[in-house]
Nanobody
Framework: QVQLVESGGGLVQAGDSLSLSCVAS????????MGWFRQAPGKEREFIAR????????EYAVSVKGRCTISRDNAKLTMSLTMTSLQPEDTATYYC???????????????WGQGTQVTVSA
């Protein structure tokens, strides 16, 4: 059973940077795309970033492009998301996702972490 565990969330001020980490266990996701999603209160979960199994291909949502960097270390089975210039509208629960696909209905994932809260104060 694949398990994804996020860490690194917290309370930051507008303009700050923050790095989130995700550790995978219970399965080999090295060959699969992984990604990050977020869900703000009262809103649907939205795609943030995707990284290919090799770590070469990366894709970002328009809302965070230029402010986020996704990376992974397959040897350590970890994935990270670094966000800069955080704003209050970035406040959300951030989820690590495994086996990420973009089908006709949008971005989906087969595995999810429990989420880590990021709160950005003005």
């Amino acid at each position: 059973q694949v398990q994804l565990v996020e860490s690194g969330g917290g309370l930051v001020q507008a303009g700050d940077s923050l790095s989130l980490s995700c550790v995978a266990s219970g399965g080999d996701l090295r060959w699969y795309d992984m990604g990050w999603f977020r869900q703000a209160p009262g809103k649907e979960r939205e795609f943030i970033a995707r990284i290919s199994g090799s770590g070469i291909e990366k894709e970002y949502a328009v809302s965070v492009k230029g402010r986020c960097t996704i990376s992974r270390d397959n040897a350590k089975l970890t994935m990270s998301l670094t966000m800069t210039s955080l704003q209050p509208e970035d406040t959300a629960t951030y989820y690590c996702a495994g086996v990420v696909v973009n089908g006709g209905a949008g971005w989906r994932a087969h595995y999810w972490g429990q989420g880590t809260q990021v709160t950005v104060s003005a």
